[in-house]
């Protein structure tokens, strides 16, 4: 990414039994290095203690007793990200369970407006290295959009998605995601270049993502924006659905809130914004971005690292399938089945190991 290396690959995976059923759900840790230790500490200690011996049929209501008695401590603890995204984990996992104990897949639990079989995914993490291979790579997948990973100096922008383009042809659609990091002047004269590539959208292009910015370069480019894998609540994805500047918004089912309000976020987009989740995680949250989209007609494209990563491919007990460039809904109850446990034991961290010996 433009503000740091990403060197391995990390999931916190929540587990809560019920009736004799396990939902699982997953907590995204990408940053920091050490993510993992606060997350296992903020899902027991934190969020744990109000879920438990409790109703959990009905995962929007356990999700309002969470934020009501942890949105105030994220506040003042300045860390209103780690504790969204562990009530994302605990909400995936109640989703789980509930369609597991409905025996129907989860989106047909959602409250949408469709129901679709299949879901459009693009390329993602192109760029800035091993552009040709990951475009080989994308094309061999029969996938039909690349995001290009950009804010990386302008020589090596402009290379990847030279590349992008020469790999992948005229007709594959090309989008760019800059994780912040430009300022609004840098971001106007950047925007043009990208413009020159055929970029159809842009993904966080200033550092702050402040709204105001946004829309002053949208006014300034008329480049449609992406948005919201760093926002947190229903109201600021409600501001972003009605900004003129914002084309794309981007609820990640395991940051945001879970489903519950990955979907609050689809049915405030319905009919006048894209919803295209992000997800640069594990195969749980790519499960539960996917169950999003077969709801939902806001939704336009899945995102899909291409990258290498076990945690995507290898941790469901049934593997992905992609056809014609469109990612399968899964329809096994639940989100994606169980997990697969000689990939969870090869991966599992020794402080895992250790509070299990303990208990
Ligand atoms: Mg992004």
């Not at 804010?151 to 402009?158: H, I, K, L, S, V």
Request: aromatic share 6%; proline share 5%.
């Amino acid at each position: 990414m433009s503000f740091s290396a990403l060197t391995a690959r990390r999931v916190c995976v929540v587990e809560v039994e019920a009736d004799g059923l396990t939902g699982i759900g997953e907590s995204w840790i990408n940053y920091p290095n050490w993510a993992a230790e606060e997350r296992v500490a903020t899902v027991l200690q934190g969020a744990a203690p109000i879920v438990l011996g409790s109703d959990v049929s009905d995962p929007s209501v356990v999700q309002e007793r969470l934020i009501a008695q942890l949105r105030g401590l994220g506040r003042q603890w300045g860390a209103p990200g780690p504790i969204w995204q562990a009530i994302s984990g605990i909400d995936l996992a109640l989703w789980d369970l509930a369609a597991k104990r409905a025996g129907l897949p989860a989106h047909e639990l959602l409250d949408g407006d469709t129901n679709r079989t299949s879901l459009p995914a693009y390329a993602s993490g192109v760029g800035p290295t091993d552009v040709q291979a990951l475009c080989e790579l994308a094309m061999e997948r029969g996938l039909r959009a690349v995001k290009a990973k950009v804010g990386f100096g302008r020589d090596a922008d402009e290379n990847t998605l030279k590349t992008i383009r020469s790999v992948c042809g005229m007709t594959t659609r090309i989008f760019a995601d800059a994780n912040q990091a430009w300022t609004l002047d840098e971001a106007i004269e950047l925007t043009r270049l990208m413009s020159d590539y055929g970029v159809e959208w842009l993904e966080e292009p200033i550092d702050g993502n402040r709204l105001n910015e946004l829309e002053a370069l949208y006014a300034a480019t008329g480049m449609p924006l992406a948005a919201g894998e760093n926002n947190y609540g229903e109201d600021q994805f409600v501001g972003l659905v009605k900004s003129p500047a914002i084309h794309h918004i981007q609820p990640d089912p395991a940051k945001s809130g879970g489903l519950t309000m990955a979907q609050t976020a689809a049915t405030a987009a319905r009919n006048s914004t894209n919803v295209s989740p992000h997800w640069y995680g594990a195969a749980i949250g790519l499960a539960a971005a996917v169950h999003l989209g077969a709801a939902n007609t806001s939704v336009d494209w899945i995102e899909l690292d291409v990258r290498n990563n076990p945690l995507r491919s290898d941790l469901p007990a049934h593997g992905w399938v992609l056809n014609d460039g469109a990612i399968t809904v899964p329809q096994t109850p639940g989100l994606l089945g169980e997990l697969n446990a000689d990939v969870v034991a090869q991966y599992q961290t020794k402080e895992v190991e250790r509070r299990k010996n303990a208990e």
